[in-house]
């Protein structure tokens, strides 16, 4: 069992960062491929960012390409997740995802709860 627990959400102005932070539980955090998905209002869930159980291979959304940069602390059990030049469109509850595997095309197994992440424009 994985427990994700999200933080650095927060209220920014269009143009500005926030750096979103999923911490998880368990000693087996190096081994699963990590990602982060968005839900805004009204819409259905979407995939936002991901990265191998290792770092070296990550998958992004187009609509987040240049802007946005997942990254992990295997020693601290911590994915990251910077967010740079938001846009009013990005806001949405943020979800970290652990998935069944090292390779992000395995399937996500395990959900946060979430983080509210609210871009004014």
């Known amino acids: 069992q994985v427990q994700l627990v999200e933080s650095g959400g927060g209220l920014v102005q269009t143009g500005g960062s926030l750096r979103l932070s999923c911490a998880a539980s368990g000693r087996t955090f190096s081994m699963y491929a990590m990602g982060w998905f968005r839900q805004a209002p009204g819409k259905e869930r979407e995939f936002v960012v991901a990265?191998?159980?290792?770092?070296?291979?990550?998958k992004y959304a187009d609509s987040v390409k240049g802007r946005f940069t997942i990254s992990r602390d295997n020693a601290k059990n911590t994915v990251y997740l910077q967010m740079n030049s938001l846009k009013p469109e990005d806001t949405a509850v943020y979800s970290c995802?652990?998935?069944?595997?090292?390779?992000?095309?395995?399937?996500?197994?395990?959900w946060g709860q979430g983080t509210q992440v609210t871009v004014s424009s």
């Open positions: 995802a652990a998935y069944s595997g090292s390779s992000i095309v395995t399937g996500v197994r395990y």
């Open positions: 990265i191998s159980s290792s770092g070296g291979r990550t």
